[in-house]
DNA sequence: TTTGAAAATTGGCCTAA
DNA sequence: TTAGGCCAATTTTCAAA
């Protein structure tokens, strides 16, 4: 029992290890690597949808090759009063692809896809930079990823 | 036709849109949304996972619902005739989740998960600080994950 | 694109711990 | 009470035409 109130096991570990390699991977196969039945295996993942432990399923594109070629994490700095609503603003933004808040250099930090530089610039401080409280932005640009 | 001699036109992007909100949505409920048939689709999703357009399908999962309650975006910044050898290293801890070689303000990015603060003490400064050409580590712990 | 066989999914019901 | 086994109906996958 985790301090949430739900229990996993070994056995769930090691459905979510297989399923974070590949998550289109079908019942029977889990069960055939587990050694165990498909109906264990598919009511184990169905009771972990169902707590909110499997938050989804999500392919993962390689985007370079959809013609996005700069990934960056940028984050940013807001006055105080305006943390929350720049927050929810950048969520808004098709080319911020994810959004967290976070402790450390920087109290928001951001995944952002642009096609190239000149992108990226005009979604940085064109569209972003101009959202009301926000004071400072920081972008680092991914060159590879390695795992 | 992108940079890389892929062509992906506007039906794979929608495929691929769809497959990003529910990476295991069968190929026929994705043929039904797009008004198109089953194999179109397959074929579709095949060629691009063929072509490392598709890299592959994650689970997404709640981390602190399995017990890690801490997550990390974790800097390094190395020597640099060390930096390639670090990066490498660093892909081999399981506590690290993700690496990328980034510009800005680190050299190596990763994602890090820990049960706990103490747990996250222990990898970063034991475990990881004591790679050969490490000089800095810089964590910032996630709040809250927004999208 | 269509078709058909094989495989996977899904829900319900049952048993054992 | 709950995890898991079993079965049957339906849906999906997949390759050949």
Same mark, same amino acid.
């Given at each position: 029992?985790d301090?949430?109130?739900?229990?996993?096991?070994?056995?769930?570990?090691?459905?979510l290890?297989?399923?974070?390699r590949?998550?289109?991977?079908?019942?029977?196969?889990?069960?055939?690597?587990?050694?165990?039945?498909?109906?264990?295996?598919?009511?184990?993942?169905?009771?972990?949808?169902?707590?909110?432990?499997?938050?989804g399923?999500?392919?993962?594109?390689?985007?370079?090759?959809?013609?996005y070629?700069?990934?960056t994490?940028?984050?940013?700095d807001?006055?105080?009063?305006?943390?929350?609503?720049?927050? /929810?603003k %950048? !969520? &808004?933004?098709?080319?911020? *692809?994810?959004?967290?808040?976070?402790?450390g250099d920087?109290?928001?930090? #951001?995944e952002?896809?642009?096609?190239?530089? /000149?992108? %990226? !610039? &005009?979604?940085?401080?064109? *569209?972003?930079?101009?959202?009301?409280?926000?004071?400072?932005?920081c972008? #680092?640009?991914?060159?590879?990823?390695?795992?």
């Amino acid at each position: 029992m985790d301090n949430n109130g739900n229990t996993i096991d070994e056995k769930d570990m090691k459905i979510l290890e297989i399923l974070r390699r590949d998550g289109r991977k079908s019942y029977t196969e889990i069960a055939k690597i587990l050694d165990t039945s498909e109906s264990s295996v598919r009511k184990r993942i169905k009771r972990m949808e169902e707590e909110g432990i499997i938050k989804g399923y999500r392919v993962e594109i390689d985007p370079p090759k959809i013609g996005y070629n700069v990934i960056t994490f940028t984050g940013f700095d807001t006055n105080p009063e305006d943390f929350l609503s720049v927050a /929810k603003k %950048l !969520c &808004e933004f098709e080319e911020v *692809k994810r959004v967290w808040t976070s402790t450390g250099d920087h109290m928001i930090m #951001t995944e952002i896809w642009a096609k190239d530089g /000149k992108e %990226l !610039c &005009e979604i940085l401080f064109d *569209k972003l930079g101009k959202i009301k409280g926000v004071r400072r932005i920081c972008p #680092t640009i991914i060159l590879e990823q390695w795992k």
